[in-house]
């Protein structure tokens, strides 16, 4: 058991008993999973939209996911106003830019959140990812259908540019903040069955950064959850349906111990960038 494990581990403990409110402003095709995956890991949920309410709600969060999926020029203007919100009050924003790299909008609107709001942790797929840092990769929707050549060095210099965190999200997630270099290699190709595993994923990061101020770590304590949760859940599921049920339930019943054993977490070697 590594001390990575063990601080991971720590986290979740610290999110069961502290129960950190989540802000989400996210899709409408998967929000109501990312609500119930949020519950599971031990936070509470909320998805407020309105730009009338949305400071006021983050006010009260332990981080805001921000989550373009469904985009309009009105969520935009709310995703501003609650990111300025939770800057000022230290609140982590966890951005999931989906479906950057496929139109104008999507990508120009995470350009500019990334821009305007510090952000703590960026997660996406890599073409995703390679879309914001100019690095390459092809996203057609929102999946990946062609990712960057070197996700160490891509999600290294992303990091540095932006001061943030950078996860790119596949068979193996790579994580950096432009100095350290994460790998976690939890996870399940079922994953790649059902819709919204990307979003849930970037959940259970933000339920991590509500309890971890050390955002290299809380990311990597949330992939590996959701990761070890899969692998689980498909050890006794028989198809994608029965999967997302056994997912839910292996995230609700995964403990502390559990994730300090079965996390695969290690440190990488970084690039020269």
């Excluded at 009260?60 to 373009?68: F, I, K, S």
């Excluded at 019943?253 to 079965?262: H, R, S």
């Amino acid at each position: 058991m590594t001390a990575l494990n063990v601080q991971i581990a720590e986290a979740l403990s610290r999110i069961r008993q502290e129960k950190p409110l989540i802000h989400h402003i996210t899709n409408l095709v998967v929000m109501n999973d990312t609500a119930n995956v949020t519950l599971h890991v031990g936070a509470l949920p909320v998805m407020a939209h309105a730009i009338e309410e949305v400071a006021e709600m983050v006010g009260l969060a332990g981080a805001l996911v921000l989550n373009p999926g469904t985009l309009t020029l009105d969520w935009v203007e709310s995703m501003l106003a609650a990111g300025r919100r939770a800057n000022e009050r230290g609140v982590p924003i966890v951005l999931d830019p989906v479906g950057a790299g496929a139109t104008t909008l999507r990508t120009q609107t995470n350009l500019r959140l990334l821009s305007e709001l510090r952000i703590a942790v960026v997660r996406g797929n890599s073409g995703e990812i390679g879309a914001l840092s100019g690095a390459g990769g092809v996203v057609k929707g929102v999946e990946s259908v062609e990712g960057v050549r070197d996700p160490i060095a891509v999600a290294q210099a992303l990091a540095r540019e932006r001061r943030t965190v950078v996860a790119i999200t596949g068979k193996r997630d790579v994580i950096s903040d432009g100095q350290r270099v994460l790998g976690v290699d939890n996870g399940h190709i079922w994953l790649t069955t059902i819709t919204g595993t990307g979003c849930m994923a970037t959940t259970m990061i933000a339920a991590f950064a509500a309890v971890e101020r050390d955002y290299l770590l809380a990311t990597a304590g949330g992939l590996a959850c959701f990761g070890l949760a899969a692998e689980l859940a498909a050890a006794q599921a028989h198809g994608p349906a029965s999967f997302k049920l056994a997912l839910f339930d292996q995230i609700y019943n995964l403990t502390p111990e559990q994730l300090a054993e079965g996390a695969h977490v290690v440190e990488l070697e970084p690039a020269q960038v």
